[in-house]
T-cell receptor, first 107, second 117 residues
Framework: LAKTTQPISMDSYEGQEVNITCSHN???????ITWYQQFPSQGPRFIIQ???TKVTNEVASLFIPADRKSSTLSLPRVSLSDTAVYYC????????FGTGTRLQVFP | KAGVTQTPRYLIKTRGQQVTLSCSPI?????VSWYQQTPGQGLQFLFE???????NKGNFPGRFSGRQFSNSRSEMNVSTLELGDSALYLC????????????????FGPGTRLTVL
């Protein structure tokens, strides 16, 4: 089963770019990588999903190298409201979430 | 379009009791997944239902069970509650057929916080 590993926590300041990396070994050929954001007392919310290379939407970018053993979520110019826990998910049949990275954004 | 709803939002039970949690997916979504979230173990996958059939199951004991109805609404049941079952139980729905592979954005509900005393 694919296992994902993320840093436990990260700190940043408003306006900075934040990059959170997730390692995922044994990921299957056709599996996608998905990132979710979770605020306290709420369910996770979808941020972005990708298979390889780079994907960008209105809130984030996702970089996945050719070997697909890791992925990096990039949040441009974070704000205080981006303080949350971010989960990397390897879309295997067991839907294995990573340990989550607690991002704290300071003013 | 209404989001995923879960009832009840909060529940207090005692050891040995059983509990049933309910999840109503987004209209049109046929896949419903359940997760347990605890501070120590994080988000763990319980099971996933599609068209009233359980397609995938996580590594939880048989005390945890679920079902899905023809209208895609789902329930999960936990029997013989233990203190360690105290957690936030999250339900997620998606429209796509498969979980692995192609885009399958899941929409999560607010969860049911279960406390076992």
């Amino acid at each position: 089963l694919a296992k994902t590993t993320q840093p436990i926590s990260m700190d940043s300041y408003e306006g900075q770019e934040v990059n959170i990396t997730c390692s995922h070994n044994n990921i299957a050929t056709n599996d996608y990588i998905t990132w979710y954001q979770q605020f306290p007392s709420q369910g996770p919310r979808f941020i972005i999903q990708g298979y390889k290379t780079k994907v960008t939407n209105e809130v984030a970018s996702l970089f996945i190298p050719a070997d697909r053993k890791s992925s990096t979520l990039s949040l441009p110019r974070v704000s205080l409201s981006d303080t949350a826990v971010y989960y990397c998910l390897a879309n295997t049949d067991k839907l294995i979430f990573g340990t989550g990275t607690r991002l704290q954004v300071f003013p | 379009k209404a989001g995923v709803t879960q009832t009840p939002r909060y529940l207090i039970k005692t050891r040995g009791q059983q509990v049933t949690l309910s999840c109503s997916p987004i209209s049109g979504h046929r896949s419903v997944s359940w997760y347990q979230q605890t501070p120590g173990q994080g988000l763990q996958f319980l099971f996933e239902y599609f068209s009233e059939t359980q397609r995938n199951k996580g590594n939880f004991p048989g005390r945890f069970s679920g079902r899905q109805f023809s209208n895609s609404r789902s329930e999960m049941n936990v029997s013989t509650l233990e203190l360690g079952d105290s957690a936030l139980y999250l339900c997620a729905s998606s429209a796509e057929v498969g979980l692995a592979g192609a885009f399958n954005e899941q929409f999560f509900g607010p969860g049911t916080r279960l406390t076992v005393l």
